[in-house]
């Protein structure tokens, strides 16, 4: 595909386009590990194989790339639309396998034909793979038919494998009781999240390096941008970034600036919808004005002649508010170049007088105003989070992080992620609510209105927040209000450790994991070097995960040695500010 910016840029062609082209998919870690599971499905011998995430993450591609590198023994049929009866679908699922059926042939006979032609595969020793893309739209009288049709087995496997692809609303939909039998024979789940700040300046590059780019057009406040209006959504990354190109070459610029993002955001998505009203914060406000007004009636009780002053100062706060303007319509990216007159520099004041960041910031639109101390306990104050003064770099907040693991760094300005891994302990970025916060455990470095914080310590009414080697207590109410949900934590790797291992696998890693698993489930025993991740060993992690509460899929990732970190005697920092 073209554009007419290709040449502009030099690109020999258009690097955001939004068709799952396998060659432009950026291997984030999680996509990295989406893939890892899609591969297991495949070489195990389950019936389901479950891949979800929220539109536009990858799902199509990631499943386009595992066509790439699927064994030449695996034929595969690929449903793109599932909104269809379930005889339909058997159809066209035949029509991929190229398996001959009858004209107006009913459900029994296309599954007769299916079941056949399987049979005659396993003979061939050959595997069948059915892929059903946009999954959640696939009634529930369909998916029971597909779960009669991996009903076909020997001793040893299920004749037909099905991955099923589709948005969160397909984890709802097998939820529901008269699908609990297909939910049980699910062997493989991975939920796709969202690119993080860093992996999105990563995606932008890599995919105008595909293109052919020798430099990058997208200024590092631009990023910041994007990854606020996109919250890390690649298939609205390549709308934007496509359409801020064009608005670049359109204005004779060189480079994207936040402005032609903001401008390009529009255009794409439409112009910004009004905010959903903030019933936390009305509630705030009703409540100030309430005692406001109670106690402006008992002074003038007591002293009228305040009653003036009183007035006049509650006067102006009325006026305040009354005062916010919207901001002025700006004009199209598209506006042809010819039309645009030379004007000043633009200059987006969001980013002037402070360092750009490098991680994700606040959205929330509705921020209430809170006093100075703000109590949510009688009798404890806590301290408003506009009085704190965070870091303004992420480093000089990890190196915090680092201090509650124990790891004083000479320089604390250079603590990276890279430089703890010298030590063994990685991070990870993921976006979270605080249930799921609870659950990893960990203090984490977290951004509040471009500043950088680490969050020690969490309960119901506060948090406890980090600088340097000061704490401040904090409302949760208050936090909620800053906080995207984004945030990094730090993890014990095992020794040589590199990427979630799973069957197959040798090396260090897999030694120690066998040694930690004999320690927690307390049964002594000598493991000597070179062990191979074989079934005994995924049967062990799939029912560590089980107790964890983890996806029991057999492979020891990110969240698994979390929480064999958490089963070991090794002290780990905790959420609740204790290291055990």
Not at 59 to 72: G, M, N, V, Y
Not at 529 to 535: A, E, K, R
């Amino acid at each position: 595909m073209t554009s007419i910016y290709n040449d502009y840029f030099g690109l020999k062609e258009s690097p955001f386009s939004i068709a799952p082209n396998p060659q432009y998919l950026y291997m984030s870690d999680r996509h990295r590990e989406a893939l890892a599971h899609l591969l297991y499905g495949i070489q195990g011998d389950g019936a389901f194989i479950l891949l979800s995430g929220e539109v536009g993450t990858g799902k199509t591609t990631i499943c386009r790339c595992l066509l790439e590198q699927i064994p030449s023994q695996v034929d595969t049929a690929f449903i793109l639309n599932p909104k269809l009866t379930a005889g339909e679908l058997l159809a066209a699922a035949c029509d991929d396998l190229k398996i001959q059926y009858p004209k107006d042939a009913t459900i029994k006979v296309l599954t007769d034909c299916m079941n056949a032609y399987l049979l005659e595969a396993h003979a061939k020793d050959r595997r069948t793979v059915l892929i059903i893309d946009e999954a959640q739209n696939l009634s529930t009288e369909v998916l029971e038919q597909l779960r009669l049709l991996t009903n076909l087995e020997t001793n040893q496997r299920k004749l037909l494998q099905i991955i099923l692809l589709g948005q969160p609303e397909l984890l709802s939909l097998l939820a529901k009781p008269e699908l609990r039998q297909l939910s049980q024979r699910i062997t493989a789940r991975f939920h796709l999240d969202a690119l993080n700040r860093e992996e999105i300046s990563a995606y932008i590059k890599h995919r105008l390096t595909i293109a052919g780019a020798k430099g990058s057009f997208f200024s590092k406040p631009a990023v910041d941008r994007i990854y606020k209006i996109s919250q890390g959504i690649p298939r609205i990354i390549n709308l934007i970034c496509d359409r801020s190109l064009l608005g670049t070459y359109s204005e004779g610029e060189l480079q994207v600036t936040p402005k032609i993002v903001s401008k390009a955001a529009r255009e794409i998505l439409g112009g910004a919808s009004k905010p959903a009203m903030n019933w936390r914060a009305l509630a705030l406000g009703l409540g100030g004005g309430l005692a406001m007004l109670i106690a402006v009636v008992v002074l003038m009780l007591v002293n009228p002649s305040r009653e003036a002053a009183l007035t006049a100062s509650t006067g102006t706060l009325v006026d305040e508010a009354k005062s916010v303007e919207a901001a002025p319509q700006e004009q199209p990216v598209t506006q042809r170049a010819s039309e645009v007159t030379e004007k000043a520099p633009v200059i987006d004041q969001s980013f002037t007088g402070s360092e750009p960041q490098d991680q994700p910031t606040s959205l929330t639109l509705n921020q209430p105003l809170v006093n100075q101390i703000t109590e949510t306990e009688p009798g404890r104050p806590l301290t408003s989070l506009a009085l704190i003064q965070g870091h303004n770099r992420a480093g000089a907040a990890l190196n915090d992080l680092l201090g509650l693991w124990g790891v004083d760094f000479t320089d604390p300005e250079s603590a990276t992620c890279e430089l703890a891994e010298t030590i063994g302990l990685f991070c990870f970025s993921s976006i979270a609510g605080l249930n799921e916060m609870n659950d990893f455990d960990r203090p984490v470095v977290i951004n509040l209105n471009n500043q950088w914080f680490t969050l020690q310590s969490l309960t119901r009414e506060m948090a406890v927040l980090s600088v340097g080697g000061e704490r401040h207590e904090v409302a949760i109410s208050e936090l909620l209000d800053a906080w995207s949900g984004n945030f990094t934590l730090l993890w014990r790797a095992p020794p040589g450790y590199k990427a979630p291992i799973s069957l197959g696998d040798r090396g260090p890693a897999v030694d120690w994991l066998v040694n930690r698993l004999q320690v927690i489930n307390e049964r002594p025993g000598s493991t000597s070097p070179g062990y191979v991740f074989d079934g005994r060993l995924e049967s062990e992690v799939r029912q560590f995960q089980l107790v964890t509460g983890l996806t029991p899929d057999g492979i020891a990732g990110v969240k698994t040695w979390i929480k064999i970190n958490d089963a070991d005697d090794i002290p780990t920092p905790r959420l609740d500010g204790v290291r055990l």
